[in-house]
């Protein structure tokens, strides 16, 4: 958890004002945590990261008595959403859960350039309907960009020795049914995964190489009837080091393959949550000499991730 790039912004009575005037995207919407605790937790980390560049996320620590007092808080953990353009501030009343604050925040929508030049999704699945920006406002057309897909392993030698290798970190693999390419359940899998590593990527954050595995790969069939994996199009989390798997068995409120869904679930295994299932004897290649985890891949296969992210989800505890 130590890892997590921290997007947070300290705001406190002294400097709130700057933040609700600037907030990182020339005055528009913001979200304001406070809190009681001195750390920020991974959980307002992942929220920053999520809206890095489309939503500035702020933490009041309750001591800030004077910031505590104009936003009426009484209770804490308690998330404000201060839409911008002279909007009343939104206060919060769900579970304290990433999903559900994510749907929350992104109620408003705001035309952004993250700092890559990439279109944020959270602006993309917002209301339309909310904010409006005033008459005076400078608005900046959102730059749209291509979602680059995640890699195919194209082969069961490729599957085996990227996940499946006695010294395979952990990955996430989507098994794709028989004519995927016009399955639109496998389009949204493919692209629920391809969105959060870019979002990752853009982050400079640490997270799980994603591959898809083509329904013609022996490896697709080999898993899923040691695992007996029955859907058309699955997603299962792998690390053949320490022996482990775990199955993303189904949707949340944004239904099955949902970004909030799959991310929620990424996040847990990221952190060390949840229960892993110890994999099936025999899955598990042995590996031959000087065959490295990359090795035989195509630059198309590669993981969309830095050598380093790879090492570093090593440790699931992240």
């Known amino acids: 958890m130590d890892k997590m790039n921290n997007h947070v912004v300290k705001v406190t009575d002294a400097n709130v004002n700057d933040f609700l005037a600037d907030g990182g995207n020339g005055g528009g919407p913001r979200a304001l945590l406070f809190t009681d605790k001195n750390k920020v937790t991974p959980l307002l980390k992942g929220l920053a990261i999520e809206f890095l560049g489309v939503l500035p996320v702020g933490q009041v620590r309750s001591g800030e008595t004077e910031t505590v007092t104009r936003f009426g808080v009484t209770s804490f953990p308690t998330l404000v959403l201060v839409p911008g353009g002279g909007a009343e501030p939104e206060v ?5 859960k990433k999903p559900a604050m994510v749907a929350f925040l992104s109620k408003v929508k705001v035309a952004a350039t993250n700092p890559t030049g990439a279109h944020s999704d959270a602006a993309d ?8 920006p005033s008459a005076t406002a400078q608005v900046t057309a959102p730059v749209i960009v291509d979602v680059p897909p995640i890699p195919t ?4 030698d490729k599957v085996a020795a990227r996940c499946l290798g006695p010294k395979s970190s952990t990955c996430v693999l989507v ?8 399955h639109s359940i496998a389009h949204k899998a493919l692209e629920t995964l391809a969105g959060s590593a870019l979002r990752h990527s853009r982050a400079n954050a640490h997270f799980l190489p994603f591959f898809a595995v083509a329904h013609d790969n022996g490896a697709g069939a080999e898993i899923r009837e040691a695992l007996d994996l029955k ?5 299962v989390a792998l690390n053949g080091r320490r022996g482990w798997w775990r199955h993303y068995d189904g949707g949340g409120s944004d239904g ?14 990221r952190m060390g949550e949840g229960v892993k299932s110890r994999l099936p004897e025999g899955l598990v290649k ?9 090795e035989g891949l195509e630059p198309s296969e590669t993981p969309v991730v830095k050598e380093s992210d790879a090492a570093a989800a090593e440790h699931e505890e992240l």
């Open 125 to 132: 699945t917002a209301d339309t309907t909310t904010t409006k």
């Open 286 to 294: 042995s590996e031959s000499k000087g065959t490295a985890a990359t």
């Open 153 to 156: 392993l194209a082969t069961a």
């Open 175 to 182: 098994l794709l049914p028989e004519g995927e390419g016009a």
């Open 231 to 235: 859907g058309d199009v699955e997603i």
């Open 256 to 269: 099955a393959f949902g970004t909030a869904s799959v991310e929620a679930w990424i996040d847990s295994i």
């Open 92 to 96: 919060y009343d769900g579970e304290m």
